[in-house]
T-cell receptor
Framework: NAGVMQNPRHLVRRRGQEARLRCSPM?????VYWYRQLPEEGLKFMVY????????ESGMPKERFSAEFPKEGPSILRIQQVVRGDSAAYFC??????????????FGPGTRLTVT | DAKTTQPPSMDCAEGRAANLPCNHS???????VYWYRQIHSQGPQYIIH???NNETNEMASLIITEDRKSSTLILPHATLRDTAVYYC?????????????FGKGTKLSVIP
């Protein structure tokens, strides 16, 4: 059973460009979460999605950031007009559900975004 | 959310047990304790979780004190591949229970 897949693993963008990060959850998982990790920091929650729905985006910056999880295809985290402060590792996680026994979130390898 | 406190770093000799402590003195009665680890440049890996009773799986054991104010993650026979940052997380209940809050964790170095 393949784990959570993310691509690209490394992404370099110039200031003002757009960054698109993709996440394919584990097979059978319909809950997706995005986290951001700044250098030397712990992961911070950004957004929680189910198929075609954003459940909680309270951790996501209000401007330039958006996320989607379409009916078909991977979840996408999109950052428009990137700035140097967006340089970070972005991790996607998925879970089978949100109940007690299906709560474990399994993380992908991350996408390391560098803004030059 | 209950806050956790962990030592910033620890060393452990290869083959010995690694005991990683975590304080969570403000934990609520129905909040779980979760442990994840992050090996350099990889995504976090789930290890174990518990509520009141001690738990064991193929990776580790989790010992939770009777008052639930602290816990210890035990790796019984540490190997070099266990070198990682270990995060102790108290999972909130109710709204937002899916939000895992990662602190700075404990950087465990397993020494040959």
């Amino acid at each position: 059973n393949a784990g959570v897949m993310q691509n690209p693993r490394h992404l370099v963008r110039r200031r003002g460009q757009e960054a698109r990060l993709r996440c394919s959850p584990m097979k059978g998982h319909s809950h997706v979460y995005w986290y951001r990790q700044l250098p030397e920091e712990g992961l911070k929650f950004m957004v929680y999605l189910q198929k075609e729905n954003i459940i909680d985006e309270s951790g996501m910056p209000k401007e330039r950031f958006s996320a989607e999880f379409p009916k078909e295809g991977p979840s996408i985290l999109r950052i428009q007009q990137v700035v140097r402060g967006d340089s970070a590792a972005y991790f996607c996680a998925s879970s089978l559900g949100t109940g007690t026994h299906s709560y474990e979130q399994y993380f992908g390898p991350g996408t390391r975004l560098t803004v030059t | 959310d209950a806050k956790t406190t962990q030592p910033p770093s620890m060393d452990c000799a290869e083959g010995r047990a690694a005991n990683l402590p975590c304080n969570h003195s403000t934990i609520s009665g129905n909040e779980y304790v979760y442990w994840y680890r992050q090996i350099h440049s990889q995504g976090p890996q789930y290890i174990i979780h518990g509520l009141k009773n001690n738990e064991t799986n193929e990776m580790a054991s989790l010992i939770i004190t009777e008052d639930r104010k602290s816990s210890t993650l035990i790796l019984p026979h540490a190997t070099l591949r266990d070198t990682a940052v270990y995060y102790c997380i108290v999972r909130p209940t109710g709204a937002g229970s899916y939000q895992l809050t990662f602190g700075k964790g404990t950087k465990l170095s397993v020494i040959p």
